[in-house]
């Protein structure tokens, strides 16, 4: 539910920051959160607002205006944050603004309660009023990384926004000290302003590092991505003394037909991770055609698929992989299958399962033509 401010009531948000600190190839507050931008999300918790002024750097002008204009009123930010700010208010001039709120855009998780009780303290006669929350951390003065002292965090608060004003008072304290500042609070102080501090909120957080962006993406409860695969393999029977099954070598009385080493197990678990990337299967990335891959060791299909999903930010969460056969016995086996397909794939070995079935002596493997194998299995996004 979005807050509804009072007539006479504007929003001001600042977004004409790079944001270097926080990586990434464009400014933090145009980067993705969840499906939508970090400034969206902040420019959203005001939508109930008359008005709204949005402050940009100038080359993400053409992009605010193509995503937000219309309810959004949009000016070039300055040189600092408070030529920013002072941008803002002078589009207000003239206006039935009464009062305005300052947020920063990198804060896209502003709670309604937060804004709220800006608005109350403000509606309650208070000049100025700005969210902010109790230091509980014990304070430490450090150099070269090294703890040099203490301080006292007795009365210290850490500041958040939105920080609200009369919209006369904090012009008038722009126009009277145009340096730049931490915060309009800072300049609200130098002008005489008494703030009320409001209730914060922990989850209130301003994205500055790369790390603010999986907390956010958590208070979000952003749905986990977990993928599910599933793969089927078969091989015939043919001639030889051995069969390779999950990377294990096996006297028998045939071997098993096909271009690689024949391992159907590792195929269909293989398959399964591919599938769950929908990236096709062995074939699309080892083509039978090519001969460098006659009698290849399927570890290395193996290897490759978990390191694809690897490469697009999943781990494997755990792998179920069933041999369907008359013959060999597999259960002497299965402990050193579980371990070799754990090391090929880097994972622990509990979290794989191999397993053997048969088919009642029905179909091509009850008649003991060949080994089939299927395998699930689940990847999970970092």
Not at 66 to 92: H, K, M, N, Q, W
Not at 112 to 129: E, H, K, P, T
Not at 316 to 331: Q, S
Not at 342 to 350: G, K, Q, R, S, W
Request: net charge negative; hydrophobic share 45%.
């Amino acid at each position: 539910m979005t807050v509804r401010a009072p007539k006479g009531y504007a929003a001001i948000v600042t977004a004409a920051g790079r944001g270097s600190r926080a990586g990434g190839d464009e400014p933090k507050q145009w980067r993705d959160l969840v499906g939508r931008s970090v400034l969206a999300r902040a420019l959203d918790a005001f939508a109930g607002f008359d008005r709204v002024v949005l402050v940009v750097h100038p080359d993400d002008m053409a992009r605010a205006i193509a995503e937000f204009a219309g309810p959004v009123t949009i000016v070039t930010g300055g040189e600092t944050r408070a030529a920013s700010v002072r941008a803002a208010l002078d589009t207000l001039e003239g206006s039935d603004i009464t009062h305005v709120l300052i947020h920063d855009g990198a804060r896209p998780l502003v709670s309604d309660a937060v804004i709220q009780g800006v608005i109350d303290a403000l509606q309650a006669g208070a000049r100025a009023a700005a969210p902010a929350l109790p230091v509980t951390d014990a304070l430490w003065r450090g150099d070269n990384g090294t703890v040099t002292g203490t301080a006292s965090r007795d009365g210290l608060y850490r500041a958040q926004t939105p920080q609200g004003f009369s919209g006369e008072q904090i012009s008038k304290a722009h126009r009277l000290h145009p340096d730049d500042a931490a915060d309009d609070v800072e300049l609200a102080r130098k002008a005489g302003l008494d703030i009320v501090i409001t209730q914060g909120d922990e989850d209130n957080l301003k994205i500055t590092w790369p790390g603010d962006f999986a907390r956010a993406e958590k208070l979000l409860g952003a749905a986990m991505d977990i993928r599910l695969g599933n793969g089927y393999d078969v091989h015939a029977f043919g001639p030889g003394d051995h069969v390779t099954l999950c990377g294990v070598r096996i006297a028998h009385e045939a071997g098993l037909m096909g271009h690689s080493d024949a391992d159907v197990g590792m195929h269909a678990l293989t398959d399964a991770i591919y599938g769950a990337l929908a990236a096709g299967d062995i074939g699309r990335h080892f083509p039978p055609s090519d001969p460098q891959w006659k009698g290849a060791d399927s570890a290395i299909f193996l290897r490759h698929a978990a390191d694809l999903a690897r490469a697009h930010g999943f781990r494997i969460g755990n792998a179920d992989v069933t041999l369907i056969c008359e013959a060999p016995k597999i259960g002497p086996h299965a402990g050193a299958m579980q371990a070799r397909l754990a090391e090929i794939i880097e994972l622990a070995p509990d979290r794989i399962s191999v397993k053997a079935t048969t088919s009642e002596r029905l179909g091509f493997t009850g008649r003991r033509e060949g080994i089939a194998s299927i395998a699930t299995v689940t990847l999970i996004k970092e």
